[in-house]
């Protein structure tokens, strides 16, 4: 009897994946519309689909969530390459921009996972997000949080140049910087200021999660040490250390490095064009000003994280 079972089983698995298995679902599924690829090959393989039913959408046990311009996507990618992890490729903006659509709207977003393996996401406007911390303890208070942080003076250069790509009439960077030039007041309400004050941004989190359940990853070291830097974040995550030196290659041109292999793909992969914009030219002397403006602020993410970052 279990000869004749298995027999007619893997008799079905290729015609019957055509008719509404599991499989056949997953094809066009929203993470794939996405651009997420599908699952290795392996995995989805009929037998594998029986027993797991092509895995699970899960809520994030892990979530990037900023800093803006730091270097959140390419952590993202760089993880990606993991076996064990899965993540949305698209920003889901759910804790900031999309909360009212509530829990079950933001886990279709999720790609399906099989046991072991870790959900993600990254959207690094959560950071600055008063109800952020609030809405994800709500969801889990054991969810674990990555925060990339850059030198807040090139961040915000990073941000304005950004923003200047898209809308090259704005204002000079040096008339945004100053509320009154003459007296050297920085405005802090404009938003590429304002997300550089990493310590009162983290004040708010820490309301509602332990520090030791944060992980702070240095932008420029992600630059200079990329394995390093993944290296701490995969033990932070509990997977075992898979990306390594062998994954990266430096891009003279783009200025960053780059992976050999993508996830689900043979060829070397850097991230896209609007990444590693040439900076405009900003007066050294708000340049400096700046410095002094954010020096006590970084003084005090340095205590708060146990963190040098060398910024100074």
Not at 221 to 232: K, Q, V, Y
Request: glycine share 8%; hydrophobic share 35%.
């Amino acid at each position: 009897m279990l000869f004749l079972w298995l027999y007619m089983f893997y008799s079905c698995a290729g015609s019957c994946a055509t008719r509404g298995s599991p499989v056949a679902r997953e094809e066009g599924s929203p993470e794939e519309q996405r651009g997420h690829p599908p699952l290795p090959a392996a995995a989805a393989s009929p037998i594998s689909s029986f027993f797991n039913g092509s895995g699970t959408k899960r809520l994030p046990q892990a979530i990037i969530i900023g800093v803006k311009k730091g270097g959140t996507r390419a952590l993202l990618e760089f993880l990606r390459v993991h076996p064990d992890v899965r993540a949305v490729g698209a920003e889901p903006h759910f804790f900031d921009r999309n909360y009212e659509r509530g829990l079950a709207w933001y886990r279709d977003l999720m790609p399906r996972t099989l046991e072991g393996q870790i959900t993600m996401e990254k959207t690094p406007s959560y950071f600055v997000t008063k109800e952020a911390p609030a809405r994800i303890s709500s969801m889990s208070k054991g969810t674990k949080l990555i925060v990339v942080v850059r030198d807040p003076v090139t961040r915000a250069i990073s941000d304005y140049t950004q923003t200047l790509s898209k809308k090259p009439d704005i204002p000079t960077f040096e008339s945004l910087t100053f509320k009154n030039r003459t007296t050297g007041l920085i405005d802090t309400s404009w938003s590429a200021i304002q997300i550089g004050i990493y310590a009162k941004h983290l004040e708010n989190w820490l309301l509602y999660f332990p520090i030791g359940q944060i992980l702070f990853v240095s932008g420029e070291r992600l630059i200079s040490d990329p394995a390093g830097e993944l290296g701490r974040v995969q033990d932070f995550l509990g997977l075992k250390r898979i990306i390594t030196d062998k994954h990266f290659y430096f891009n003279k041109t783009k200025g960053f490095p780059c992976l050999k292999k993508a996830e689900g793909s043979s060829k070397p992969h850097c991230l896209g064009k609007t990444k590693g914009r040439t900076h405009p030219d900003i007066d050294q002397e708000v340049v400096q000003r700046l410095r002094d403006f954010y020096r006590p602020f970084n003084m005090k993410f340095y205590q708060m994280t146990g963190q040098d970052f060398g910024w100074d």
